[in-house]
């Protein structure tokens, strides 16, 4: 997307220093990885907090980590930061600027792990009631309810046939007790990465200041006013959060938490510049 009316022009130093910072931690994090493999991101990333692998400083430090597997995440946060800040650098100030940025990225990882945590809940309680009381069928309905689309289907399959065509062997309950735990642990500990969240905060505050300032989306190639276009997005990550699938490995809801948070210290921004203004 492009800002065809973009705000004022001056220094961005924020901006600058915050995708130096994420540079450096994306080359970081790919020289890490090679000698001690998922480990930093386990220890960075941010984990929901019904994982074993949760940190009260993953709330922050996820912000600077993007997925060491594709630099477009990196590249496409790094351009919205760029485009939408820049200009709310330069209204805001600096100061202001970067409360709002960590406070709308802190957020969203609350909104998210909190929505995540209910998300989960369905999985954990059909997993608690199978392993108390095992069945070819409770372990059919796990599968088809809660397994996600990264397993080989196929083997699962193979594995049904097998113990429909021998329910009494006791070997195959055993198996089916170790793989339901092994998914509940995959799907609670998946980690979040990125500053997706702090940056749909920004999106929403460009919205607000200059909402009819022209951006025009890459696809479809599209000009829309600002104040449009926050609108669209928030209903699509919106539509896609409460879709829920399980196969689906972007956080909507961070993103919607981001902006939710936004939107709050906007208004009270406002509301505080109001009282400011009455004073003289």
Same mark, same amino acid.
């Given at each position: 997307m492009n800002i065809l009316q973009p705000g004022r022009s001056g220094s961005s130093s924020v901006i600058r220093t915050l995708i130096i910072i994420n540079v450096i931690a994306y080359v970081l994090l790919?020289?890490?990885?090679? @000698?001690?493999?998922? !480990?930093? $991101?386990?220890?960075? #990333?941010?984990?929901?907090?019904?994982?074993?692998?949760?940190?009260?400083?993953?709330?922050?430090?996820?912000?600077?980590?993007?997925?060491?597997?594709?630099?477009?995440?990196?590249?496409?946060? $790094?351009?919205?930061?760029? $485009?939408?800040?820049?200009?709310?650098? !330069?209204?805001?100030?600096?100061?202001?600027?970067?409360? @709002?940025?960590?406070?709308?990225?802190?957020?969203? #990882?609350? =909104?998210?792990?909190? =929505? =995540?945590?209910? !998300?989960?809940?369905?999985?954990?309680?059909?997993?608690?009631?199978?392993? &108390?009381?095992? &069945?070819?069928?409770?372990?059919?309905?796990?599968? &088809?309810?809660?397994?996600?689309?990264? @397993?080989?289907? #196929?083997q699962i399959n193979d594995f049904l046939v097998a113990w429909y065509n021998d329910r009494l062997n006791p070997g195959y309950i055993t198996q089916s007790q170790v793989f339901v735990n092994d998914v509940v642990e995959f799907r609670t500990n998946i980690p979040t990465v990125g500053a997706s969240g702090a940056v749909y905060g920004l999106l929403l505050a460009f919205g607000m200041t200059f909402p009819n300032a022209m951006i025009l989306m890459l696809i479809p190639p599209i000009p829309m006013k600002a104040k449009y276009f926050v609108i669209v997005y928030g209903l699509i990550e919106l539509s896609m959060g409460l879709r829920n699938s399980i196969e689906d490995n972007v956080a909507h809801f961070a993103h919607l938490g981001g902006m939710v948070f936004g939107i709050l210290l906007i208004l009270y921004y406002k509301k505080l510049d109001r009282n400011k203004f009455r004073q003289f």
């Open positions: 790919l020289i890490a990885s090679e @000698y001690a493999g998922n !480990q930093p $991101m386990k220890l960075l #990333a941010l984990h929901n907090w019904l994982s074993p692998d949760f940190k009260p400083w993953q709330i922050i430090t996820h912000l600077f980590l993007h997925s060491t597997g594709g630099v477009f995440h990196l590249f496409f946060n $790094m351009l919205a930061l760029w $485009m939408f800040g820049s200009a709310l650098e !330069q209204t805001w100030g600096a100061k202001r600027f970067t409360y @709002y940025y960590f406070a709308c990225g802190i957020g969203a #990882a609350l =909104v998210h792990n909190t =929505v =995540v945590g209910f !998300q989960l809940q369905p999985m954990i309680e059909a997993a608690d009631l199978y392993l &108390s009381n095992p &069945s070819y069928t409770l372990f059919e309905q796990f599968i &088809s309810n809660h397994l996600p689309g990264s @397993y080989d289907n #196929a």
